[in-house]
C-alpha cells in the first residue's frame, strides 16, 4: 500500500467499524483512538492468538497483569525519570514539530523538515528535551500531593513482580513472564495513524536467562517473533525484515537489539523490538529498593542475578501492520472491488449469512437458523440490510472469508450459495454440510 492511499485506507478503518477517532463527539483528541465494534474483535483475536502461543501452550512461561501506575522509584530505577526524553526541533515556517533523530541532516547545524522542505539551523531553531513520562497525582488532597506515573511500558511491572512470581510458581531458570497491557507515552511527535499513540497497548515477555546462555536466547528470539507474525499474523515475509542495531543506537541497558520492522505505507519502520537487556533491571531495581532480586540455582549450587531477553511487540501496530498487509484493491469489470485478506483466525466473522429476499419469511427464517447454527462453531454475521451486491462488498471490505447466501432454490434442494472472498467463486453446498465445508477451507 503506497503512503498516497493511507488516507483512503483510515476512511475504510472508519467507515466499517475498525477505528474512531477518540472523544470525536468533542472535536477528537490529537493521536487517540477508539476500536469500534469490528477492530475491537481483532484486536481481541491478535491478543489472544498471542496469549495462546507464549503462555498457554508453553511451560516455561507464565502471565502476569500489573498495575498502570506504579511508584516513583519504579522508573527511578529503572531510567525513565532522568532518561526518557525526545530531543525535538520546530521548524520555523510550518511550526511542526520534529524528533531530531528523524529527520534529514545536512552540515553541522542544519536539518531540513520533512513536510515544508525548510532548512531548519539548530543554532537559532534550538533542540528541546521532553519526557515522555505521565505523571498523576496519586492524593486526595491537592494540597498534599502523592505522585504516581503512568506505565510507559509494560516492562516495569514485570521486573517488580520478579520474586513474587518466582516464589508462588517456583519456576527454574530459563524461564519467561508475558503480560499485555495498556502504556503510556506523552508523545510529542504523533501521528501516522495509530503507528505512534499517546495511549498504546503492549505484548510483552521478560524472558530470563543464565547471563552465559543470554546471547543464544537473544538470537532464538529474534527467529520465533519473526515467524510468529509469518505463521500466525498472516503476514507476507517480503513486509517483514529485520535490523539490527548499530552500537550508537543501543539503549543504555541493553547488549543487543533487533527490530522486527515492516514496510508500512509511510515505509519501513518498527513493528517489534527483541532486545538484550542483560543483567540492568533486577540489578537496578535491587539496588533502588534495596531487596535482593538474584537468583539461587539448587543445582549448581550458584547465586546470579539473571539476563533478560525482552521481546517487545505493540498490539496497535500488529493491529496497523496486520490490515495493512491485507488491504487488496483490483478492478472487476470495470468496476474497483477493496476487500481485506486476513487470515479466518484473524477476521471480525469467519462467514456471512444473507438471504436472497429479506421479504420472503421463510427465506429469513431459514438464513437465520444457518447463522444460529454456524455461530455456536464460528464467529458470523447475518444481515439483509442491503442488496446482495452491496452484502458482498461490505463483507469484503471486512475480511469475512466467506458469504452464504440463501434463495428460494434453497426452500427445495436444501442448498445454498457460498462464495468465497479471495478469488469470488461461488458453490451450492448442501445446509447440513456448511459447517464441514467451511472447516476444511481455512484461509
Given at each position: 500500500m503506497a503512503e498516497d492511499q493511507l488516507s483512503t485506507f483510515v476512511s475504510l478503518c472508519r467507515r466499517r467499524g475498525f477505528l474512531f477517532g477518540g472523544s470525536e463527539l468533542y472535536g477528537g483528541l490529537s493521536s487517540i483512538w477508539d476500536y469500534g465494534p469490528l477492530g475491537a474483535k481483532m484486536k481481541k483475536r491478535i491478543k489472544d492468538i498471542w496469549w495462546d502461543e507464549y503462555v498457554e501452550k508453553r511451560e516455561d512461561i507464565v502471565g502476569l497483569d500489573s498495575s498502570i501506575i506504579m511508584h516513583e522509584d519504579v522508573f527511578r530505577a529503572s531510567g525513565h525519570l532522568e532518561g526518557f526524553n525526545d530531543v525535538l526541533v520546530d521548524c520555523p515556517k510550518c511550526k511542526r514539530r520534529f524528533r531530531i533523530d528523524k529527520i534529514e541532516k545536512f552540515g553541522t547545524n542544519l536539518y531540513r523538515c520533512p513536510d515544508c522542505k525548510t532548512e531548519i539551523d539548530t543554532r537559532?531553531?534550538?533542540p528541546r528535551t521532553f519526557n515522555l513520562m505521565f505523571k498523576t497525582n496519586m492524593s486526595a488532597i491537592e494540597e498534599t500531593p502523592v505522585y504516581g506515573y503512568l506505565r510507559p511500558e509494560t516492562a516495569q511491572g514485570i521486573f517488580v513482580n520478579f520474586m513474587n512470581v518466582l516464589n508462588t510458581t517456583h519456576k527454574k531458570i530459563p524461564f519467561g513472564i508475558a503480560q499485555i497491557g495498556k502504556?503510556?507515552?506523552?508523545?510529542?511527535?504523533?501521528?501516522?495513524?495509530?503507528?505512534?499513540?499517546?495511549?498504546?497497548?503492549?505484548?510483552?515477555?521478560?524472558?530470563?536467562?543464565?547471563?552465559?546462555e543470554a546471547m543464544s536466547a537473544y538470537e532464538h528470539w529474534v527467529k520465533n517473533r519473526l515467524q510468529f507474525y509469518l505463521e500466525h499474523m498472516g503476514i507476507e515475509e517480503s513486509n517483514l525484515r529485520l535490523r539490527e542495531h548499530g552500537p550508537d543506537e543501543l539503549a543504555h541497558y541493553a547488549k543487543a537489539c533487533t527490530d522486527i520492522e515492516f514496510r508500512f505505507?509511510?515505509?519501513?519502520?518498527?513493528?517489534?523490538?527483541?532486545?538484550?537487556?542483560?543483567?540492568?533491571?533486577?540489578?537496578?531495581?535491587?539496588?533502588?529498593?534495596?531487596?535482593?532480586?538474584?537468583?539461587?540455582?539448587?543445582?549448581?549450587?550458584e547465586r546470579f542475578v539473571p539476563n533478560v531477553i525482552e521481546p517487545s511487540s505493540g498490539v496497535d501496530r500488529t493491529f496497523f501492520a496486520v490490515l495493512c498487509n491485507a488491504y487488496r484493491k483490483e478492478e472487476v469489470k470495470g468496476r474497483p472491488r477493496v476487500y481485506l485478506k486476513l487470515k479466518d483466525t484473524l477476521a471480525p466473522f469467519r462467514a456471512a449469512v444473507f438471504p436472497?429476499?429479506?421479504?420472503?419469511?421463510?427465506?429469513?427464517?431459514?438464513?437465520?437458523?444457518?447463522?444460529?447454527?454456524i455461530k455456536k462453531s464460528m464467529p458470523a454475521v447475518y444481515d439483509d440490510t442491503a442488496s446482495i451486491g452491496k452484502l458482498y462488498r461490505r463483507q469484503d471490505e471486512i475480511g469475512t472469508p466467506f458469504c452464504i447466501t440463501v434463495d428460494m432454490e434453497s426452500l427445495s434442494d436444501r442448498k445454498v450459495t457460498v462464495r468465497d472472498r479471495d478469488s469470488m467463486a461461488q458453490e451450492r453446498v448442501e445446509i447440513d454440510r456448511v459447517e464441514e465445508y467451511l472447516s476444511e477451507r481455512r484461509k
Amino acid at each position: 500500500m503506497a503512503e498516497d492511499q493511507l488516507s483512503t485506507f483510515v476512511s475504510l478503518c472508519r467507515r466499517r467499524g475498525f477505528l474512531f477517532g477518540g472523544s470525536e463527539l468533542y472535536g477528537g483528541l490529537s493521536s487517540i483512538w477508539d476500536y469500534g465494534p469490528l477492530g475491537a474483535k481483532m484486536k481481541k483475536r491478535i491478543k489472544d492468538i498471542w496469549w495462546d502461543e507464549y503462555v498457554e501452550k508453553r511451560e516455561d512461561i507464565v502471565g502476569l497483569d500489573s498495575s498502570i501506575i506504579m511508584h516513583e522509584d519504579v522508573f527511578r530505577a529503572s531510567g525513565h525519570l532522568e532518561g526518557f526524553n525526545d530531543v525535538l526541533v520546530d521548524c520555523p515556517k510550518c511550526k511542526r514539530r520534529f524528533r531530531i533523530d528523524k529527520i534529514e541532516k545536512f552540515g553541522t547545524n542544519l536539518y531540513r523538515c520533512p513536510d515544508c522542505k525548510t532548512e531548519i539551523d539548530t543554532r537559532q531553531q534550538k533542540p528541546r528535551t521532553f519526557n515522555l513520562m505521565f505523571k498523576t497525582n496519586m492524593s486526595a488532597i491537592e494540597e498534599t500531593p502523592v505522585y504516581g506515573y503512568l506505565r510507559p511500558e509494560t516492562a516495569q511491572g514485570i521486573f517488580v513482580n520478579f520474586m513474587n512470581v518466582l516464589n508462588t510458581t517456583h519456576k527454574k531458570i530459563p524461564f519467561g513472564i508475558a503480560q499485555i497491557g495498556k502504556a503510556f507515552r506523552n508523545e510529542v511527535t504523533t501521528g501516522s495513524f495509530i503507528f505512534r499513540m499517546k495511549e498504546f497497548e503492549q505484548m510483552e515477555i521478560e524472558y530470563f536467562v543464565r547471563p552465559e546462555e543470554a546471547m543464544s536466547a537473544y538470537e532464538h528470539w529474534v527467529k520465533n517473533r519473526l515467524q510468529f507474525y509469518l505463521e500466525h499474523m498472516g503476514i507476507e515475509e517480503s513486509n517483514l525484515r529485520l535490523r539490527e542495531h548499530g552500537p550508537d543506537e543501543l539503549a543504555h541497558y541493553a547488549k543487543a537489539c533487533t527490530d522486527i520492522e515492516f514496510r508500512f505505507p509511510f515505509g519501513w519502520s518498527e513493528l517489534e523490538g527483541v532486545a538484550h537487556r542483560a543483567d540492568f533491571d533486577l540489578r537496578e531495581h535491587g539496588r533502588v529498593s534495596k531487596k535482593d532480586l538474584s537468583y539461587f540455582d539448587s543445582v549448581k549450587e550458584e547465586r546470579f542475578v539473571p539476563n533478560v531477553i525482552e521481546p517487545s511487540s505493540g498490539v496497535d501496530r500488529t493491529f496497523f501492520a496486520v490490515l495493512c498487509n491485507a488491504y487488496r484493491k483490483e478492478e472487476v469489470k470495470g468496476r474497483p472491488r477493496v476487500y481485506l485478506k486476513l487470515k479466518d483466525t484473524l477476521a471480525p466473522f469467519r462467514a456471512a449469512v444473507f438471504p436472497l429476499l429479506k421479504k420472503e419469511p421463510q427465506l429469513v427464517e431459514l438464513a437465520k437458523n444457518i447463522f444460529y447454527d454456524i455461530k455456536k462453531s464460528m464467529p458470523a454475521v447475518y444481515d439483509d440490510t442491503a442488496s446482495i451486491g452491496k452484502l458482498y462488498r461490505r463483507q469484503d471490505e471486512i475480511g469475512t472469508p466467506f458469504c452464504i447466501t440463501v434463495d428460494m432454490e434453497s426452500l427445495s434442494d436444501r442448498k445454498v450459495t457460498v462464495r468465497d472472498r479471495d478469488s469470488m467463486a461461488q458453490e451450492r453446498v448442501e445446509i447440513d454440510r456448511v459447517e464441514e465445508y467451511l472447516s476444511e477451507r481455512r484461509k
